[in-house]
Every structure is written in structure tokens, then in C-alpha cells.
């Protein structure tokens, strides 16, 4: 864990640079306004700024800490919630709540839906997975999930009957951190909290499960509740995380294979080290994005695909290449 102090660090230098950023690049008077009592630039720093700055260590620390979570629940290092299909499910229980009105009728609504879809792809997976544990059968298994979700998503955003909200959940869909409030935060924070409080407990059971389940119940560890912590931790983490920021993908598949050599490959340490690794690849992407400018900024979700995807092709060639 002596990495720990580092990522710490790393995510404070990055807060501070996220709050010096505007929408067109670095911009630190803003800041230096706020402090000095300005009210233009105390509105811009709470109601803009800080909501982004939030969002990305709330959102980023649970995408790192819920792709190390099913990474060793599943025991895939390919497991992740974009990439086996939690994510667009999440994505789907959310414009489910938003297209039926149930977001409008109840405050939480939107978190809700989300959590919903995330906990009902993840039930499917594991239920896969116990009958065959191989990678083959969990990434095919996501990509199903993955394209059933995204071919009902698109059949509620072509049923809908408001073009413009229809654009408005197009661009929500792509991920985002930008045009979010502190009501955003406030509403995903309880879910992401219990969420993470729930993953981190399984932090015992993933070592001994490391050795196979009949050592792990040896050893006084409850298969069933590990999966039900691990699950439902994922779930309402996820789905509260998707539903305010739409789908960030691949933040859980790099952080944890960048960070587990620091830990000795245990899953324990690692569930603590992905929360500051993931909230630090995620700032850093946002600032990236904000640094590019132009006059449509770019996505957060499509910026993380671009950099993930490539990661993600050279882990399954790297694991064919291994293949007896």
C-alpha cells in the first residue's frame, strides 16, 4: 500500500488543476476571484466547477473500486462494468425512469432505475458464470447484455415522442462530468457510499476466493453472501454513478491491471488503491478533454473509449498469447 500516499497526491494536484479549468481550457481567475469574494466567480466555482470536480472523484473512485470488485468476483481480469454489459443496462434502467416519467414523479427516480438495470446484468452474469467460469463465456455473455440494452435504449429514444429530449439523452449516453449540479451529486452520493461500503467489506472474502471456492468456505467465507455483497455493492455504485453521468467505460479494466503489481496481486489492497486510481484517471481524462477545447467539447465517455479499447484489445491478445 506504499503507493496509497502517491495516488493521495495525485488525486489532490489533479482537484486542484480540475477547479483551475474552464470550459476552454486553463483558467485559474475564477479561483482566485471565489477566494477573493467576487460573487460571479464564487457562483462559477460552486455551481460549475466544484459539481464536475465531485462527480469525477465520486464517480471515478467507484468505477475503479467496482471493476477490482468483479475482476475478483468473476476471478477475469477481463471483467468490467462497461465491458460486460453492467453499464448499458445501468444506462438502460436509467432512460427507462426518465422515458416512463418516473424520474419526474419521484426525486430518485433516475439513481433508481439505474441501480435496477446494473443489479438485473450482473444477476444474468453471475448466473452464467456458475455454470461455466471461462472468459470466452462472460465477455460474450456482456456483449449480449450490451447489445440487447443499447437495441432497447435506442427503441425507447425512437419511440419518444420529444425530439429534443431525445438529443438531450443521446448526449447524456455519451458520459459526462460537464452541465452537472450539485443536486447530482447529493443524489448519486448515498447510493455510490453504500455501494462502496459494500464492495470494500468484500475485500476478505476475494483473497480467499483467490484459492477456489471450496478453500474460500473452508476458510469460514459465505459464497452466497460474498456474491450478494459484491452484487448489490456493484449495483447501486453503478447504477447511481451511470445514472448522473452517463456510461464512463473502461476506468475499471485500466485502473486495477495498472495498480495490482503495487499490491502483490491481492484483491484486498486493491479494492482500497482503485478508489484514489480510478477518481486520478478520471479527472485526468476530464482535464484532457477540457484542454483539447474546440467548439463542441469532447465526451468524457468517448475520451476513456478511446484509450480503453486499444488496453482492452492488448489484455486479450496478451491472455490468448498465455492460452495452453
Known amino acids: 500500500m506504499r503507493a496509497m500516499p502517491a495516488l493521495l497526491l495525485a488525486c489532490a494536484a489533479f482537484s486542484a488543476l480540475s477547479l483551475c479549468m474552464g470550459p476552454h481550457g486553463f483558467a485559474p481567475g475564477i479561483v482566485a476571484q471565489a477566494l477573493a469574494g467576487e460573487e460571479t466567480g464564487r457562483l462559477i466555482l460552486i455551481e460549475l466547477r466544484l459539481p464536475r470536480l465531485l462527480l469525477g472523484l465520486l464517480v471515478g473512485g467507484t468505477l475503479g473500486l467496482a471493476g477490482a470488485t468483479l475482476q475478483g468476483l468473476f476471478r477475469n481480469p477481463l471483467a468490467e462494468p462497461g465491458v460486460i454489459g453492467v453499464s448499458g443496462c445501468a444506462a438502460l434502467g436509467a432512460v427507462i425512469a426518465f422515458y416512463t ?85 447529493f443524489l448519486a452520493l448515498p447510493f455510490i457510499l453504500a455501494g462502496g461500503a459494500l464492495m470494500l467489506a468484500c475485500g476478505r472474502g476475494l483473497e480467499a476466493l483467490t484459492l477456489g471456492e471450496d478453500t474460500a468456505r473452508s476458510l469460514g467465507i459465505s459464497i452466497g453472501r460474498l456474491r450478494r455483497l459484491a452484487v448489490i455493492g456493484v449495483a447501486f455504485a453503478v447504477g447511481a454513478s451511470v445514472a448522473v453521468t452517463g456510461a464512463i467505460g473502461f476506468v475499471g479494466l485500466i485502473v486495477p491491471h495498472l495498480l495490482r503489481p503495487l499490491v502483490d496481486h491481492r484483491p484486498a489492497p486493491l479494492l482500497l488503491i482503485s478508489i484514489p486510481g480510478g477518481a486520478c484517471l478520471t479527472l485526468a481524462a476530464d482535464i484532457a478533454v477540457r484542454l483539447i477545447g474546440g467548439e463542441v467539447e469532447l465526451r468524457l465517455g468517448v475520451a476513456t473509449a478511446l484509450i480503453g479499447a486499444p488496453f482492452f484489445l492488448y489484455l486479450v491478445l496478451n491472455l490468448a498469447r498465455r492460452a495452453p
Open 101 to 185: 416519467g418516473v424520474s419526474t414523479m419521484l426525486p430518485l427516480g433516475l439513481p433508481l432505475g439505474g441501480v435496477a438495470g446494473a443489479l438485473i446484468a450482473i444477476m444474468v452474469l453471475l448466473a452464467l458464470a456458475s455454470r461455466d467460469p471461462r472468459i470466452s463465456t462472460l465477455l460474450l455473455a456482456g456483449v449480449a447484455l450490451s447489445a440487447l440494452a443499447s437495441a432497447l435504449t435506442a427503441l425507447a429514444l425512437n419511440l419518444s415522442p420529444n425530439p429534443y429530449a431525445t438529443v438531450e439523452v443521446v448526449f447524456w449516453l455519451l458520459g459526462s462530468l460537464s452541465d452537472r449540479s450539485l443536486e447530482h451529486v
